[in-house]
């Protein structure tokens, strides 16, 4: 069933496995984003497409997908402007409450959250210092995320058992040894550790980095060796940030980093850069984590608020509405990592 009013913004429906559905190309059908037979006159035909599974879907419904039936985030580039929040959607927001942070973390609609990570709460092992910002205990069910300061020198082994692992470097340059093999690494780059294969990092820089595993919450485990061996079927493991290769929508941009093309099936990491601007209030079917690389401003989640600046850690539940207002003139960066993996620009 779908309840879509009509926009260019995709549409939920709930499939059922083994189920056959005609999806609308012509846009004109009433009862979007299945056809309704209005095509008749044209050259359109719908795509009837069979379920493989039940599972909730964004089907397209502006028409301009390359992945149709589904919404590949093609409605974003249709108007000049990235959809911001209108003035109707701002006034309805007017009586939101201001939450602010208690012991560093400020806990909005629906479980969602912006934390600003401090030294005090970091594990300390050798030339290495981390503690979790998204746990379990945070309310997240697919993902996990961890920041860890390293200085000059070279880590213990490290692993989350038995999940994907995704580094994002925000500061600094070095080397990550996978399993025993190298690969230099600097800022604005994210790299993919397959399960079952121990990482440890190689520096004389002090590093700041975020690591992810998913799909399952585990502890980081630390050791001072390793057993593990790098699976050599998948060799590419390091992207970093090229603005000629990053997608542009309107007056943003974002590039997926780690994603399929490195192996990773379940997880995608992204960056993006965002302008002075208030988004539209919007859900993804993915859970969610941001990190502000640079730039500041306000994360509104439906009746509540709260600020956001350089450094902080935002969590974001699936389905969770929210709107991310940079008030920098400056704009803001931001790195996000979210499963199940898909395109950042895929919202409803
Ligand atoms: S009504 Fe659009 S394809 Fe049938």
Redesign the pocket.
Known sequence: MSNHTVTNKPCLVTLEEGKKYAW??????KGQPF?????KGTD???MVFKAEKSEDVLLCACKATRSGPYCDGSHNNLEDEYAEASPEEIKSMEGSVFVDQIDGKAVLDGGAYVMTPVETGDNVTGNLRYQPVITKEDGATKLSLHRLLVSPGTTPWLEYKDVDTVLYFVSGAGQVDIAGVLFDVNKEAGIYIKPGESFRIITDQDMVIYATACPMLTELTVSNGHNSSFDKNQVERYVAFDMATANVMANRFYQELVDTKVGSMEVTQFIGQIPKSRAAMHRHLYEEAIVILTGYGRMWTGTKYTDVKTGDVLFLPHRQGHSLECTDEGGMMLMGVFYPSGSPAINY
């Not at 056809?35 to 095509?39: A, E, L, P, Y």
């Open positions: 609308c190309t012509c846009k004109r059908s056809c309704d037979g209005s095509h359109h035909r719908p």
